[in-house]
């Protein structure tokens, strides 16, 4: 993990030398106009989190998207809030459209589907993209998701300990993140494209008294990994400004949610969501063609809305997104 991390350290250095030029563009300094606001992405873009029952949410996406290689935007229940998220609250400030695309359970071939989704015109002047994505392409080695990992953590002890838990395709995610960024680029020259990062979910104190079944030394290496993956986000975003001259660039996060993570004691100084209940839609696809929709409820049916933010934590990332925009955005 630590020749991992160095190596990780000189390529962000090699790649900050390689991009000064690109920084000090002509682009960078003039005022930035932003006439559409487009939120792509996963669920952490979506608005998952906000609600602890999917039947809360405002939209879950066209009814037929995730049957179609070509028209999947993520899961079939996209869990879509439109105004409680960063990007409808910026364009809202901003009097510009919002475009809303994100759908949670998103994973990086899935952005080419909701680009063309979010139908940008031209060259993409005027166009502010913002998305987090990443997430959900996480493995360990033994091949296990993000979400499957989590739950390793809560029900068995000292999952920080063997290597198999560890995430090991961190260089796919970033091949894959910087092809993606750059086909945005290379399209749309004139888009500005912020990626956000994913917080630190648990950031424990001395103990983690808010998440039952994670001790400290588990919740320090899930946030660990948090920030391995949120390198190679940063390491994409600025291969592709370097590659395209596009405004492509990383958020961090850290500031904003620091010391607001799951592990808090208090429901209310937790911007990430412990473990949570209530329902959950998923949609399935008969031999007919048509699209029907399943519902699970109960006392210990598990929400998607575990470990997300809350709406502090939206607010957070509203937060984070208005800081990296060189423009007055109040409200």
């Not at 913002?130 to 990992?149: F, Y």
């Not at 519902?295 to 984070?320: C, E, K, M, Q």
């Not at 997104?321 to 060189?326: E, I, Q, T, V, Y």
Request: hydrophobic share 35%; charged share 25%.
């Amino acid at each position: 993990m630590f020749r991992a991390a160095v190596a990780v350290s000189c390529t962000l250095a090699a790649i900050c030398a390689l991009s000064a030029t690109a920084q000090a563009s002509p682009k960078d300094s003039m005022p930035l106009v932003i006439q559409r606001v487009v939120t792509l992405g996963d669920s952490y873009s979506s608005g998952s989190g906000i609600h602890r029952n999917a039947s809360s949410y405002d939209d879950h996406g066209p009814a037929a998207h995730s049957f179609g290689r070509s028209t999947r935007l993520g899961s079939s229940a996209c869990q879509r809030e439109l105004d409680e998220t960063p990007g409808p609250r910026v364009a809202e400030q901003l009097d510009a459209e919002s475009v809303f695309v994100a759908c949670a359970g998103a994973v990086i071939r899935e952005i080419p589907a909701q680009v063309r989704a979010a139908g940008i015109s031209g060259d993409g002047d005027g166009t502010l993209i913002t998305m987090t994505i990443g997430g959900n392409d996480l493995r360990t080695e033994r091949n296990e998701s993000w979400p499957d990992a989590l739950l390793r953590c809560i029900t068995t002890a000292n999952c920080d300990r063997p290597e198999q838990n560890r995430m090991a395709n961190f260089h796919e995610i970033r091949r894959d993140l910087t092809r993606i960024y750059v086909e945005i680029g290379d399209q749309y020259p004139g888009v500005i494209v912020r990626a956000l990062a994913y917080p630190r979910l648990m950031q424990s104190d001395r103990w983690c008294e808010g998440v039952l079944g994670i001790s400290r030394n588990e919740a320090d290496f899930i946030d660990e990994q948090v920030d391995l993956l949120n390198r190679e986000i940063e390491i994409a975003t600025s291969i592709a400004r370097v590659r395209t001259g596009a405004d492509i660039r990383y958020v961090s996060v850290i500031d904003e949610f620091d010391n607001h993570g799951a592990c808090r004691f208090w429901q209310r100084d937790r911007y990430v969501n412990d473990a949570v209940f209530g329902d959950s839609l998923r949609r399935g696809k008969l031999e007919d063609g048509t699209i029907r929709e399943y519902w699970t409820n109960g006392p210990i049916n598990v929400s998607t809305a575990s470990f997300h933010p809350s709406s502090r934590g939206y607010d957070a990332y509203l937060d984070a997104l208005r800081g990296s925009l060189a423009i007055n955005v109040t409200g």
